[in-house]
């Protein structure tokens, strides 16, 4: 997973994106955008343009929704459980044998260092299709014994819900978009994606594998475009049944506005401002490191990442310390060099929003452990570089602490034998967000109390580690409707249908 890039696969992409404008996947056919507008999409960590990419207006949303229905009501619905697990496990053997190519297109387009590239993005996306391949075949309806008058037969039928529009942030785009797109194609959906208009290239490369995996026409349509046009059309168009979207809770809140138009079924993954908790007991050769990377792993671009440290008093000093000196020690750089552990944020955009948010922190009386700043200067000329940054001192209502930043930005906060465990759930759940906590102690007890009492969909005990697609992900409060993974990921894109025959 360290291994140095390769350059001539470097060379062949640059040359490959350089060409002209990178077309949409509408069914089965690679197209320009109805009005021919294209939009940039820039190499956060030199700020230079990757591609033009076609913009999708009204008409490709429309278009893209009519293929999926017709794929939908036509060739899709007449192929068995077993073909769609072989098509899936098929997409997953592509992905797989084309993995260091899209590690290095995510790499180039998000920022995010080579090696987690490798192992999060294209690992993630393997895995999210093999374990969702194996659920096409074990959706199941039901009996039920029924109180009406008479003798009856009744049974209840689970059924794909149809044409559903799926909506994919800019922090992983690629491994996001998979999680998406196969349980609904487990499930017998259709699906219009949109990535996001900071990341679209991997998403649109993956389309060009669902076709050399021998998916039908129309079954996944692939819509590059803005959020305000091509998002907003998607989401309020009267032909989608259900909409999946993983972003901010501003747009969030803008989905579920616009699916008052056509009663799709709506499924939301939001923001986060996620609680670790480390107590005096703790295990802290894994818990320091464990507090560092759950914010400064992927520049802090995650929607659940540890964004507020409650660690006891006795061992907040050494704690405190040992994430600063990770802090430190954690290399910012270029991409594409295999020690860098920390990349650019992915965007200009990004970069004034988390310096904003750090000002804003001292302005509000919370001091710099370290970090602080933007990063310029050689070797990061046009980039979009952040220290890895820890806040001390800060308040409940301080910007910092209520808000989601999106960045390597940590609000420490110490804690003492006074507070008991309701006093430390009160403190985690102060945030309009419930998306996911960890805590780190060695009493057993202590741990699933708390845990009890916090309002988050996630949470982790003495351990951490990535999304996992056995195990449901979702967020309490402002922080999203329903789950996506596991059992509950895939009935999300069926309905219930009930029968009752009189005999």
């Excluded at 999680?179 to 208009?197: D, F, I, M, N, R």
């Excluded at 916090?454 to 949470?459: D, R, S, V, Y």
Aim: aromatic share 6%; hydrophobic share 45%.
């Amino acid at each position: 997973m360290n291994a140095p890039y390769n350059p001539g696969l470097l060379e062949h992409l640059q040359l490959r994106y350089a060409q002209g404008p990178v077309k949409m996947l509408i069914g089965g056919d690679w197209v320009e955008a109805a009005s021919g507008e294209t939009f940039e999409t820039l190499n956060p960590s030199t700020g230079k343009l990757l591609a033009n990419v076609a913009a999708a207006g009204d008409a490709d949303i429309d278009r893209a929704v009519a293929a999926a229905r017709a794929a939908f009501e036509g060739p899709w619905s007449k192929v068995k459980p077993d073909e769609r697990t072989r098509l899936l496990l098929k997409l997953a053997d592509l992905i797989e044998a084309n993995a260091e190519e899209l590690a290095l297109l995510e790499t180039l387009d998000v920022g995010r260092p080579i090696q987690f590239s490798r192992m999060i993005d294209v690992q993630g996306a393997i895995g999210q299709l093999r374990y969702n391949a194996g659920w096409a075949s074990k959706i199941a309806g039901e009996t039920a014994e029924i109180s009406a008058p008479g003798e009856w037969f009744s049974y209840v039928l689970r059924e794909p819900v149809g044409v559903c529009a799926q909506i994919v942030p800019w922090n992983f785009p690629m491994v996001m978009a998979v999680g998406k797109l196969a349980p609904a194609l487990a499930a017998g959906c259709t699906v219009v994606l949109k990535p996001a208009e900071q990341t679209p290239l991997s998403t649109l490369r993956l389309g060009e594998l669902i076709l050399e995996a021998g998916f039908p026409a129309g079954v996944v349509n692939i819509v590059s475009g803005l959020g305000r046009t091509a998002g907003a059309a998607l989401a309020s168009h009267p032909g989608i049944n259900k909409i999946s979207f993983t972003g901010s809770t501003v747009t969030g809140k803008a989905i579920i506005e616009a699916s008052k138009s056509n009663f799709a079924r709506v499924q939301l993954e939001l923001g986060g401002k996620s609680p670790t908790y480390i107590f005096a007991d703790a295990d802290l050769s894994k818990a320091i490191p464990a507090a560092a990377m759950g914010i400064f792993f992927n520049a802090g671009q995650v929607c659940a990442a540890g964004s507020r440290l409650f660690v006891h008093e006795k061992v907040a000093d050494q704690v405190l310390e040992g994430v600063a000196n990770m802090a430190r020690g954690m290399k910012v750089g270029q991409t594409l060099d295999a020690s860098t552990m920390i990349g650019p944020l992915v965007s200009a955009t990004q970069l004034e929003r988390v310096t904003g948010y750090i000002q804003s922190g001292r302005d509000e009386g919370a001091s710099v452990l370290v970090g602080g700043e933007a990063i310029s200067g050689e070797g990061y000329e046009g980039g979009y570089f952040v220290q890895p940054t820890v806040l001390l001192e800060t308040k409940p209502d301080m910007r910092v602490r209520k808000e989601e930043i999106f960045g390597p930005v940590l609000c420490a906060m110490r804690f003492g034998d006074d507070d008991d465990v309701d006093a430390l759930a009160g403190r985690g759940n102060e945030t309009e967000f419930g998306l996911s906590a960890s805590i780190y102690t060695s009493n057993i007890t202590t741990a699933h109390k708390l845990a009890r009492r916090l309002k988050a969909g996630t949470i982790r005990i003495n351990g951490s580690g990535g999304v996992d697609p056995a195990l449901p992900l979702g967020g309490f409060k402002a922080s999203g409707w329903g789950r996506e993974n596991g059992k509950a990921g895939i009935e999300a894109y069926t309905e219930l249908k009930a029968v009752s025959v009189a005999l």
